[in-house]
């Protein structure tokens, strides 16, 4: 069987540089909810699947799922998997990476014949990062039962809405509640995913175990001030959008600096009429703001808010935002993080324990059952970007940890039973 395990990591990097080459950019890694793009990964992955000796489908909310039945077919399914699709310009591992180790860890259990107590899913989420239609966790909310139908109006760039897109991609928008699954299939989740930050690298160690996965609220803000001429409106009385946005980003940044575990990020901007010879009458622009800890998340959203309405009194403009996502930090499930923990140890690691500061699809799947994760190194910490790196050593590390675990919890029957 060692054979087949030292042969995973260059197949599995393989299937990342083959997903990576799926994309809508030429130049970049680039793959959106219910693209074509995405199309041909959930094809090029039911392949994998297949491969591996699973049962493959695309759900009602363009998920693609793997399955292969333990002893008793039918029985409630251990889930692991991540996403499959990415921020634009994005690096290769951030997603794909959890789906395609979890293929790799099917086809061993499958290929030694292992006893399974549980059925056990691989699934490529559809839409984790949010990037198209600016409302993320749109495939495993779909998955557990939880997405808000009205989003379902939520448009594109082009004024394309998630209804469209899933007609355009031969979907049924009237059926996308048939996604959703029922507590009672599936056992736990488990996500193998990059770190994106410097913790593990600093730590010099492959693979880490996830406590928690921060929660994040993000808001969709407007400005509205006074067009005019950039050469004939004095400077004093303007009413420049585009100048007290700038102020709001400031003060985003200067509440966030100097406190632990905080981030606010406005990774988003555009100026109306954006004429250089005109001054900025509307401004629209995104605030991503996460933390470990809600309160402390709540505390700062409302500094920030009570310093952007000062910002606009004094500057006479119109300030609107409204939440276009806002999700709890998740614990990760105390049993499960032993089982992993005990994997890692087995493995020859230190077991480090840290908490994410990236949002995942567990945030949505805890809903319906426990959520535990492993996050394997990846180089600087550098993620939503194409120098983003994981080493083949480290991706063994990960793979092997995960493969472990799902035999443990084999070996113990269905957890939590
Ligand atoms: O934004 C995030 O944390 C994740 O990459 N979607
Ligand atoms: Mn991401
Ligand atoms: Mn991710």
Redo the contacts with the bound molecule.
């Keep these: 069987m060692n054979s087949l395990l030292d042969a995973l990591p260059p197949r599995i990097q393989a299937r990342l540089d083959a997903l990576a080459a799926i994309s809508a950019d030429a130049n970049a890694i680039t793959r959106l909810y219910l693209t074509p793009e995405q199309a041909r990964a959930n094809a090029l992955v039911m392949g994998w699947m297949r491969e591996a000796g699973m049962t493959a489908r695309v759900d009602a909310a363009g998920n693609v799922i793997g399955r292969i039945e333990g002893e008793i077919p039918g029985a409630p399914a251990l889930v692991i998997g ?2 499959l699709d990415t921020v634009r310009d994005a690096g290769r591992y ?2 794909p990476l ?1 789906v395609v180790v979890g293929i790799a860890c099917v086809e061993v259990l499958v290929r030694e014949r292992a006893r399974l107590p549980f059925a056990v899913e691989v699934v490529g989420f559809a839409d ?2 949010g990037t198209r239609f600016n409302a993320t966790l749109i495939g495993s909310r779909a998955f557990a039962g939880t997405f808000d139908h009205d989003k379902l109006d939520c448009q594109d760039r082009d004024g394309v809405t998630i209804a469209e897109a899933l007609r355009a991609a031969g979907l049924d928008p009237a059926r996308f509640h048939e996604a959703a699954r029922s507590p009672a299939g599936i056992i736990a989740y488990l996500e193998l ?2 770190e ?1 930050g410097p913790a593990l690298e600093r730590a010099d160690l492959p693979v880490g175990l996830v406590t928690a996965i921060s929660g994040a609220t993000r808001l969709a803000v407007t400005v509205e001030g006074v067009a005019g001429h950039a050469g004939t409106v004095a400077m004093e009385g303007r009413r420049d959008a585009l100048a007290g946005a700038a102020a709001c980003i400031l003060a985003v940044e200067a509440r966030c600096r100097g406190e632990a575990g905080l981030v606010g990020t406005v990774g988003s901007l555009d100026a109306a009429p954006g004429a250089t010879n005109v001054i900025p009458g509307r401004v629209g622009f995104s605030l991503d703001l996460r933390a470990p800890d809600d309160a402390q998340r709540q505390a700062a959203l409302a500094d920030i808010e009570a310093a952007w309405r000062t910002i606009a009194a004094m500057r006479g403009l119109g300030l609107t935002w409204r939440a276009v996502h806002d999700a709890p930090s998740v614990p990760c499930d105390p049993v499960l993080a032993e089982r992993i923990a005990g994997a890692i140890a087995a493995e020859g690691h230190p077991v480090f324990r840290l908490p994410s500061g ?4 567990g945030m949505a799947v805890v809903a319906l059952a426990p959520v535990a994760m492993i996050f394997v190194r990846c180089r600087g910490g550098i ?1 939503h970007n194409p120098a983003e790196f994981a080493s083949l050593d480290d991706i063994e590390a990960g793979t092997r940890v995960l493969l472990r675990t799902l035999r443990d919890l084999a070996a113990e029957g269905t957890p939590g039973e």
């Design positions: 991540s996403h951030d997603g959890g984790e990062e995913h990059i994106q990236a949002g995942h699809d993620s």
